[in-house]
């Protein structure tokens, strides 16, 4: 019951969070639609990978242009989820931490790594990516003859929820190293740049790629496990993997999280 209880807690809160963002960017309108713009402006570079695949009719380990598709708009939803969840905050804790204005965030009585986390939404920039990847996904999903099952839609949407959270856990380590470093650029551009290789299926890469990017750092199972549910493409270990991944990644980061507080100069823990 209290975990009913705090889940409500923290939602009515994630509401407020988001509210006052809005309420935020709607201040500074023309940077809203100029955040927007510039978006596209990069999805349309993006979009490049769309029209190669379909001109040179690629085919990667059996699959058509029209399933590889789904791999890319999958990637860009993420990408929107990333972006309009969680970029500006992971930005903004290595500031908190440089700064110290992490010690006001610690006396708030709610969990600190949901604030820290969560704290700022963005609404516009995430707008053409979920766009995009949405259109891709569907014209994917009817070129390649997948029935629109109930069991597929919510396959789709649950490897959707699972890749949300191993996108929390994986691109926040970055940030997180901010506590031991003070400067963490590197590893950031690192992570920019395992993000971006995601956008085709994994079987594009060689054989120890592939397990490296599925059971050590499980950047594959983000974009690439949706697709392939819905596909049939899945073995019941990768089934499992998929239910287990972000269970012990996040864990994973609550360890880190606490061991990153604990060698904040201001912390008291």
């Known amino acids: 019951m209290n975990f009913v209880t705090e889940l409500r807690r923290h939602l009515h809160i994630l509401a407020l969070f988001a509210k006052n963002s809005v309420i935020s960017q709607m201040e500074y309108r023309f940077n809203f639609i100029t955040g927007i713009f510039v978006e596209a402006a990069f999805l349309m570079a993006k979009l490049l990978y769309a029209v190669v695949v379909y001109k040179t009719n690629v085919r990667i380990n059996g699959l058509s242009p029209d399933t ?66 949405t259109v891709m996904i569907a014209i994917g999903w009817s070129a390649a003859g997948i029935p629109l099952t109930l069991l597929h839609v919510a396959g789709f949407v649950a490897f959707l929820l699972a890749a949300t959270v191993l996108t929390y856990c994986i691109m926040i380590i970055p940030s ?3 506590f031991w470093f003070v400067n963490t650029s590197a590893a950031s551009e690192i992570s920019y740049s395992v993000w971006d290789s995601n956008n085709m299926p994994a079987s594009m890469y060689n054989k120890w790629i592939q397990r490296i990017g599925t059971f050590v750092v499980p950047v594959f199972l983000i974009t690439n496990f949706a697709p392939m549910f819905v596909l049939g493409k899945l073995s019941a270990a990768e089934l499992a993997w998929a239910a287990l991944a972000p269970v012990v990644c996040f864990l994973l980061v609550r360890f880190l999280w606490k061991r990153a507080l604990g060698v904040y100069s201001s912390s008291n823990l």
Do not use: C
């Open 68 to 133: 590889i598709l789904m791999f890319m708009g999958t990637h860009l939803w993420l990408t929107g989820i990333y972006m309009g969840l969680f970029f500006n905050n992971f930005l903004r804790l290595s500031d908190h931490v440089r700064t110290g204005s992490l010690d006001l965030m610690m006396v708030k009585p709610i969990s600190l790594q949901f604030l820290v986390s969560l704290r700022v939404i963005e609404v516009g920039m995430p707008i053409p990516n979920m766009i995009a990847g």
């Open 176 to 178: 997180l190293l901010s």
